[in-house]
């Protein structure tokens, strides 16, 4: 079965960064697109990050541009988000998603002094 | 670029049927998909919608999507309300390859 495992999160500095991970097992993960979402505490999901099948083509939301990036090493099954110039509100669970039909249990990033 | 605006909250009785709406500020309705989805207390998102009325399998029939274009808006709806249900809800669209979700609706079912 799918399985996404989440890893990478902790507490950091603002402007500090960090680098999530996403471990897929149980499907062909090289041919699927591949989403970052995250939920902060006791709010809404917001959509962070794709990243196309092959690595090649990336969208992000403007909330996040220029400060993350997300990638793919599809020989490790392995979904990335690299997260620079932390801020307090990019505090929030994150979660990995394949087509948004499987999630992972998610990481929490805390961005604190 | 759009927003998608859903109530706060819902609620209703069981054995009811209750709709909650997703409004789309800008451009149609109809020109990307909608997905609806289920989070319940500490647990992640489930698809109970996708393409705007396609149930995934294992989802009951008592959820069904659709879209008007009249009100630029997506609905979901669940008949047959079970205490199970009670959840947040949230619609979801797409320009392009950038993704957006709604602000979501807490369905309280008392």
């Known amino acids: 079965q799918v399985q996404l495992v989440e890893s990478g999160g902790g507490v950091v500095q603002p402007g500090r960064s960090l680098r999530l991970s996403c471990a897929a097992s149980?499907?062909?993960?090289?041919?699927?697109?591949m989403h970052w979402v995250r939920q902060a505490p006791g709010k809404g999901l917001e959509w962070v990050a794709v990243?196309?099948?092959?690595?090649?083509?990336?969208d992000y939301a403007d909330s996040v541009k220029g400060r993350f990036t997300i990638s793919r090493d599809n020989s490790k099954k392995t979904l990335y988000l690299q997260m620079n110039g932390l801020r307090a509100e990019d505090s929030a669970v994150y979660y990995c998603?394949?087509?948004?039909?499987?999630w992972g249990q998610g990481t929490l990033v805390t961005v604190s002094s | 670029n759009f927003m998608l605006t859903q109530p706060h909250s819902v609620s209703e009785s069981p054995g009811k049927t209750v709709t909650i709406s997703c409004t789309r500020s800008?451009?149609?309705?109809?020109?990307?998909?909608v997905q609806w989805y289920q989070q319940r207390p500490g647990s992640v998102p489930t698809t109970v919608i996708y393409?705007?009325?396609?149930?995934p399998s294992g989802v009951p029939d008592r959820f069904s999507g659709s879209i008007d274009t009249s009100s630029n808006s997506a609905s979901l709806t669940i008949s047959g309300l079970k205490t199970e249900d009670e959840a947040d809800y949230y619609c979801?669209?797409?320009?392009?390859?950038?993704?957006?979700f709604g602000g979501g609706t807490k369905l309280t079912v008392l």
């Open positions: 979801q669209s797409h320009y392009g390859t950038n993704w957006l």
């Open positions: 800008s451009g149609s309705i109809a020109s990307n998909s």
């Open positions: 990243v196309s099948y092959d690595g090649t083509n990336k």
């Open positions: 393409e705007d009325n396609q149930r």
């Open positions: 998603a394949k087509d948004f039909s499987h």
């Open positions: 149980g499907f062909t993960f090289s041919n699927y697109g």
